[in-house]
């Protein structure tokens, strides 16, 4: 079974330009999450899919970031414009169900300068 | 709000001994607590978690317990190996319908041989 997939695995831009950042889940898992490390903090939730809906965005920072699961099968967040506070690891995940394994994808190391 | 807190930040251990590491919860909701482990360039992986209507949950040299009345849970690694060493992660199910994680921020754990 193939694991979850990022990419880019890095991406260094200047403040102000847009970046998007895609994720391919494990096939089969309807629920698709965005989580995000800055700083050697926590990895603090973004947003939830289930297919294409979303379902949770309670985590989203604020207008600049922008996710979409067209078809219900891989996912894209977009950051425009990114800020310097942006920078961090992006990961995404997937799971079958709640309260059962979400499996991570490798992240995206975002660096804004 | 929802919030985990992860303790100690750092441990380093001799080969052979154990390694304990804490964690708080907030949300007396939640009712699911996985672990996750990150080796350095890897993805985190869960490694065990244990529902709320069980105490204590063992695999091998790694187990997991939890004081629901304290919110508290915590990570027991027994005999240490070098392969031990990661950040580990611990996370608490998020609010009622919700399928989030919400995370700590990380143990970042030195095995020394």
């Known amino acids: 079974e193939a694991g979850v997939t990022q990419f880019p695995s890095h991406s260094v831009i200047e403040k102000g330009q847009t970046v998007t950042l895609r994720c391919d889940p494990i096939?089969?898992?309807?629920?698709l999450y965005w989580y995000r490390r800055v700083m050697g903090k926590e990895i603090k939730f973004l947003l939830h899919?289930?297919?294409?809906?979303?379902?949770?965005e309670s985590g989203m920072p604020n207008n600049r970031f922008l996710a979409e699961r067209t078809g219900g099968t891989y996912s894209t967040l977009k950051v425009q414009p990114a800020e310097l506070e942006d920078s961090g690891v992006y990961f995404c995940?997937?799971?079958?169900?709640?309260?059962?394994?979400?499996?991570f994808g490798p992240g995206t190391r975002l660096t804004v300068t | 709000g929802e919030n985990v807190e992860q303790h100690p930040s750092t441990l380093s251990v001799q080969e052979g001994d154990s390694a304990v590491i804490k964690c708080t919860y907030s949300?007396?909701?939640?009712?699911?607590f996985p672990w996750y482990k990150q080796e350095l360039g890897k993805r985190p992986q869960l490694i065990i978690d244990?529902?709320?209507?069980?105490g204590e949950k063992k695999d091998q040299r790694i187990a997991v317990t939890l004081n629901k009345t304290a919110k508290h849970f915590s990570l027991h690694i027994t005999e240490t190996q070098p392969e031990d060493s990661a950040v580990y992660f611990c996370?608490?199910?998020?609010?009622?319908?919700?399928?989030?994680?919400?995370f700590g921020t990380g143990t970042r754990l030195k095995v020394l041989a």
């Open positions: 995940a997937s799971s079958k169900s709640w309260g059962v394994e979400q499996y």
């Open positions: 096939s089969g898992h309807d629920n």
């Open positions: 899919f289930v297919k294409e809906s979303k379902q949770d």
């Open positions: 949300d007396s909701a939640s009712n699911y």
């Open positions: 244990i529902r709320s209507n069980v």
């Open positions: 996370a608490a199910s998020g609010e009622a319908g919700t399928y989030k994680y919400i």
